[in-house]
């Protein structure tokens, strides 16, 4: 069997990471591992892990890192993923990154690409962002009619701002992605498995060249 192919999606809060993750799903066939999304879902469950988890991502933190470990074991040891996966959002400190390690060991992670976007551009991307809460498909405000509309184009869900997605959440989080996730960059790439890609352009185009460089790694 071909080793398992595992991509690590990088890039701060609107750089574009989902919408990347979400066309290398459809161009390579494995499954999209958000967990943003995942922990989204745990919270609209109203259950009382959802209820703790809400509270912090409205703050814009972090979820600790040992119940994170949790999530992350469970969907990735599922066997839609045993040929690999797409992994957005994990890991997101040093700790989650040697969790992941030993929970993939021995072939690791095939290659991790870093989206490349300056934070002025990422906070004018979020404050317009909106999202469909059923598809996930992605509007601005003031480009898209269905962000004005609330009525999504894809599916016809509705399409909603997110509770995280305000001035004050964006800061808190493009503060905690310099301060724990950039230095994981360094960390990948010491280990020669990290490519950077600019993350301004046509979604298509950005995924294209993703593509190569994984199929790059894979031969
Ligand atoms: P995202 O959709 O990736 O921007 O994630 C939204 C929120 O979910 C983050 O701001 C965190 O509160 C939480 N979250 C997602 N992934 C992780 C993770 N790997 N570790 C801790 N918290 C996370």
């Known amino acids: 069997m071909a080793a398992p192919l595992r991509i690590l999606v990088f890039g701060k809060q609107g750089s574009g990471k989902g919408t990347l993750a979400t066309r290398l799903h459809q161009r390579l066939g494995l499954p999209h591992v958000s967990t943003g999304d995942m922990l989204r879902d745990a919270a609209a469950s109203g259950s009382e892990f959802g209820r703790r988890v809400a509270a912090i991502m409205d703050a814009g933190e972090l979820v600790p890192d040992d119940v994170m470990e949790g999530v992350v074991r469970e969907r990735l040891e599922a066997p839609d993923a045993a040929a ?3 992994l957005d959002g994990y890991p997101r400190t040093p ?11 021995p072939e690791g992670v095939t ?28 509007y601005a405000a003031g480009r898209d009619a269905a962000a004005e509309s609330g009525v999504c184009d894809v599916c016809g869900g509705s399409v909603v701002q997110r509770a995280d997605d305000t001035e ?3 800061g808190a989080r493009l503060a905690t992605y310099a301060s724990l996730t950039e230095p994981l960059l360094g960390y990948y790439s010491d280990r020669g498995l990290l490519e950077r890609i600019p993350g301004e352009g046509d979604p298509d185009s950005i995924a294209e060249g993703a ?9």
């Not at 700790?95 to 993939?104: N, P």
């Not at 870093?114 to 498909?137: F, K, M, N, W, Y």
């Not at 593509?211 to 031969?219: F, G, I, K, P, Y």
């Open 168 to 170: 004050e959440a964006v």
């Open 95 to 105: 700790g989650q990154a040697a969790f992941l390690d030993d929970l993939l060991a």
């Open 211 to 219: 593509v190569d460089l994984v199929e790059a790694r894979r031969s």
């Open 84 to 86: 690999g996966f797409i």
């Open 111 to 138: 290659v991790a690409i870093e989206l490349q976007v300056p934070d002025d551009v990422v906070r004018a991307r979020i404050v317009h962002r909106r999202v469909c809460t059923s598809c996930g498909a992605i």
